[in-house]
């Protein structure tokens, strides 16, 4: 994912090319990652506590930009053409056309506000609480590459897929469901930007179209949901049972 | 031509038919269009299968795709099934447009996709780079999603609904494993560009790290098995099997759950040989066989609508294969014949279901009974399918669940064996308490006859022929295609090929 270093690790092994031990150089860089993956938490945070969809949709567009940001920070000096291709492509999708995607079935479901979700939003932050402290205990003991510099990488992007997968169980509307799925989305994206530096430019841009016509797909799919049933709450989804 | 050129080709041809199909005015012609461009695809994978069956793996793009006896084995299959499906579907929605009940945009759509799905497909079985595998399974959800709600319908958006998100959600997860497999894939020492060749992952298997391998096996058994239909993560399955048009749930069926348990099959040899985790992956794939069986089986029972009960059976028979992979040796090689002998007789099932459920305007079994009396292609063939389907003698998924039976009393594993028993007791009961009504039922009021084309007939009646074929007699060639499939599953080895087969007669 990164470009590779041309001198060797400290202890002797080029294989461990992460910005781990980039960042053990650099403390600028160091610094820029956990400043974004702290923002990250923070998103997470204030999605789990908001109920206007509006402010939920722009919160994952927001997340999204920073994490475009991330291999641009951690690559540095040594950012190569891989690194600016993906980080410009995932900003421009994730910052700026699955917002307004999403912004436009919004529009056509005229709806701005959860309509009391199963899970409330005091509950819902409390709940992340718990989770935040799970990932960082998951962080801890996940040792990669023989280091545990990558803890807060790893922690984050547990944070993440624990909140994703939190927001598309706890939460009604349908787009509450594909914002959800968005962050588990990035989760999944910090843990291969940050954990694995070996996964090839063709793979990332495979995961990033897949992810771009699912949103897509699943906006149309809001949009019907909307036409037929004047709503789009999907616990009220349920003719098809047994 | 070259096995280089033929594998492009396999890439190529599906997407250029879809663009042709939906550039098309016409809605017929679109159609005819996708049949022909199955039919090329078809020959093109006929061909390269007999060339890797004869003289090994054949690979292109610096090894980036590659096609071994497994990948061939399993395009061939569903290249088979797809044929099928598409020549029913030019005669299926034939009807519906000259009923004027499917507009030619939402026609052309369907033609579209229709190769699309095709071509992510194949690029599952080619690709030799994990990730890439992974990107074709994303593909397959996302492009095959619209095509359940060719007609917008409340059930079909539903179905439509849960289908993408459970999926995506899933093989989201899958992705996950893929990412801990290469983080354990680290320490092997080749250049990060291939570290998720599935050929340097089997090669290197021994330096693996033993914890991201197992960790990841986990991730990406849940995320494939829920795009396979395994229970407990079926739940999408038999709604959008229910409300899909027919030849859409008959590819469904017949292919796209297989499509996702063949990822699986790809990471068992690696897992397998990671030292200190032999046997730790087959038990895994028991345990989640045994459980989409028995759930399978107690929902069958239950079941009002005849697509809903096809698609539990899918679970059910997603699990037997699956036992069958978890048992190894024997096991294997009867998982991938259940493989070709569940997708040609479901696809049977589900054609001669939806022409009478579109005859009929439902799927409602009460509605249905009597069908044999309405057409003896339609009701007979589906009376017919669904004896094959629940293990009737001597058709071939007899022997292929006969093989596992035997596979699990080799391995000593009398539990299993029983479980599996019951399991395919209960649904043989089911599902034949269904059937009879079903074939020679009171119609109630008197129907028209339901005429068939003979083409029609053929495509219900030669795949059930084959079926009894191959329950009987395998073909000298056919065995050596399904054993080289089986070895590369590396666990193959334990039983030769033939001895099983001499004493299963």
Redesign the interface.
């Known amino acids: 994912m990164f470009s590779?270093p041309e001198q060797k690790g400290e202890n002797g092994t080029n294989?461990?090319?992460d910005f781990a031990v980039l960042s053990r150089r650099t403390s600028r860089e160091t610094m820029s990652v956990e400043l974004i993956l702290t923002v990250v938490v923070l998103t997470n945070l204030r999605l789990l506590g908001a109920s206007r969809l509006g402010a939920c949709i722009r919160t994952v567009g927001l997340q999204g930009l920073l994490l475009g940001l991330l291999p641009l920070a951690t690559g540095g000096r040594l950012t190569t053409l891989h690194v600016v291709v993906l980080a410009v492509g995932s900003m421009v999708l994730k910052g700026f056309v699955f917002p307004r995607l999403l912004f436009w079935a919004l529009r056509e479901a005229h709806v701005t506000r959860e309509v009391e979700p199963f899970i409330g939003y005091t509950g819902s932050l409390l709940i992340g609480g718990f989770m935040l402290g799970g990932a960082v205990w998951l962080g801890d003991r996940l040792v990669?590459?023989g280091t545990t510099d990558l803890s807060w990488v790893v922690a984050v992007a547990m944070f993440s897929?624990l909140t994703g997968?939190f927001l598309?169980v706890a939460r009604k509307r349908?787009i509450h469901?594909v914002l959800g799925?968005l962050v588990?989305?990035n989760g999944?994206y910090i843990?291969?930007i940050g954990?694995?530096?070996?996964?090839?430019l063709?793979?990332e841009l495979?995961?990033l179209?897949?992810i771009f016509?699912?949103v897509f797909?699943?906006g149309?799919?809001v949009y019907?949901?909307n036409r037929?049933?004047d709503h789009m709450e999907?616990d009220k989804?349920?003719?098809?049972r047994? | 031509m070259n096995s280089y050129l033929m594998i492009w080709l396999l890439l190529i041809v599906p997407v250029a038919a879809a663009c042709l199909a939906v550039l098309q005015k016409s809605a017929r012609v679109a159609l005819r269009i996708a049949l022909v461009g199955v039919g090329i695809e078809l020959c093109l994978g006929l061909a390269i299968a007999k060339r890797v069956f004869s003289s090994g793996a054949a690979t292109a793009g610096a090894e980036?795709l590659r096609l071994d006896a497994l990948g061939a084995y399993n395009l061939v299959v569903m290249l088979v099934v797809y044929f099928l499906s598409s020549v029913y579907a030019l005669f299926y929605f034939g009807r519906e447009i000259d009923a004027g009940k499917l507009v030619a945009n939402r026609a052309r759509m369907f033609a579209g996709l229709w190769c699309g799905a095709l071509g992510a497909m194949t690029l599952v079985f080619v690709s030799n780079?994990l990730?890439?595998m992974?990107?074709g399974i994303?593909?397959t959800?996302?492009l095959t999603?619209?095509l359940i709600?060719v007609h917008?319908?409340?059930?079909s958006?539903?179905?439509?609904?849960?289908y993408?998100?459970i999926c995506?959600?899933g093989v989201?997860f899958a992705?996950?494993g893929t990412?801990l497999v290469?983080?354990g894939?680290?320490?092997m020492?080749i250049e990060?560009?291939h570290?998720?060749f599935w050929t340097e992952l089997c090669r290197n298997a021994s330096v693996l790290d033993p914890a991201f391998v197992k960790a990841g096996f986990v991730f990406l058994l849940v995320g494939y098995g829920t795009k396979a239909g395994l229970a407990p993560m079926h739940n999408w399955l038999?709604?959008a099997h229910?409300?899909a048009p027919t030849p859409v749930s008959a590819i469904f069926s017949g292919f796209m759950l297989n499509a996702a348990l063949y990822c699986v099959m790809r990471y068992v040899p690696v897992v397998e040989s990671v030292p200190g985790l032999k046997g730790w992956s087959s038990s895994l794939l028991i345990l989640l066989g045994i459980v989409s069986i028995l759930v399978a089986a107690v929902?069958i029972l239950?079941?009002h609508d005849l697509k809903?009960l096809l698609a539990y059976h899918s679970v059910e028979h997603m699990g037997i294969i699956t036992l069958g992979l978890g048992l190894g040796g024997l096991g294997t090689f009867a998982a991938l014949f259940h493989t070709l002998n569940h997708s040609l007789c479901k696809t049977v099932a589900f054609f001669t279901a939806g022409r009478l459920g579109q005859a009929c305007g439902t799927h409602n079994m009460s509605r249905l009974s009597g069908s044999m009396r309405l057409s003896i292609v339609w009701g007979g063939g589906l009376f017919c399918s669904i004896l094959v389907l629940i293990g009737i003698a001597p058709f071939a998924i007899f022997m292929s669940e006969f093989q596992i039976l035997k596979a699990a009393a080799d391995n000593q594993a009398i539990v299993v064996a029983a479980l599996f028993l019951v399991g395919c007791g209960i649904v043989f009961v089911g599902a034949l308490g269904h059937a009879m009504p079903l074939a020679w039922g009171d119609p109630g009021d008197a129907r028209l006859a339901l005429p068939a084309r003979r083409a029609e007939a053929a495509i219900v009646f030669l795949p059930l022929a084959a079926l009894l074929v191959l329950g009987l007699w395998m073909p000298a060639s056919f065995k050596h295609a399904l054993a080289a499939a089986a070895d590369v599953i590396k666990q193959a080895g334990a039983v030769p090929a033939d001895s099983m087969f001499s004493i299963a007669r």
Do not use: C, Y
């Open positions: 590779r294989e461990r090319l990669i590459g897929i997968l598309i349908a469901q799925f588990m989305e999944i843990f291969g954990a694995i530096p070996g996964i090839p063709l793979v495979g995961l179209l897949d016509v699912a797909v699943m149309i799919a019907h949901i037929e049933f999907t989804l349920d003719v098809l047994g | 980036w780079n990730g890439i992974w990107v994303e593909a959800t996302l999603a619209p709600s917008v319908t409340r059930e958006l539903e179905a439509m609904w849960k993408i998100l995506s959600v989201a992705f996950m990412l290469a983080a894939a680290r320490s020492g990060s560009e570290i998720l038999p709604d229910s409300q929902f239950s079941q809903r």
